[in-house]
Nanobody, 122 residues
Framework: QVQLVESGGGLVQAGGSLRLSCAAS????????TGWFRQAPGKEREFVAR????????YYADSVKGRFTISRDNAKNTVYLQMNSLEPEDTAVYYC???????????????WGQGTQVTVAS
């Protein structure tokens, strides 16, 4: 069982930055692909970014490419999402997820965090 805890959300002005963190309870976190998803009110959960267990491979949704960066520190069992040039459209609850297989679909991920709210004011 892997427990994931997100942190770092908050309220920011458009154009600002936030860094989300996802801390895992398992020491073998490097064995898991880790992704970030988000869900805005009234919308379906959507893929944002994912990173391989080693950290060498990352993939982004077109909507965040060039603005967001996913990274990980396996020594700290933590994955990060650096979000720059934030837009009001980025407002959502952001979820961290982990799984054994790569992919951008939510069904690739077995373990999920509780989510952290990101609100971007215009």
């Amino acid at each position: 069982q892997v427990q994931l805890v997100e942190s770092g959300g908050g309220l920011v002005q458009a154009g600002g930055s936030l860094r989300l963190s996802c801390a895992a309870s398992v020491r073998t976190f490097s064995n898991y692909y880790t992704g970030w998803f988000r869900q805005a009110p009234g919308k379906e959960r959507e893929f944002v970014a994912r990173i391989s267990g080693s950290g060498f491979s990352a993939y982004y949704a077109d909507s965040v490419k060039g603005r967001f960066t996913i990274s990980r520190d396996n020594a700290k069992n933590t994955v990060y999402l650096q979000m720059n040039s934030l837009e009001p459209e980025d407002t959502a609850v952001y979820y961290c997820a982990a799984g054994r297989t790569p992919g951008i679909g939510a069904n690739n991920y077995v373990y999920w965090g509780q989510g952290t709210q990101v609100t971007v004011a215009s």
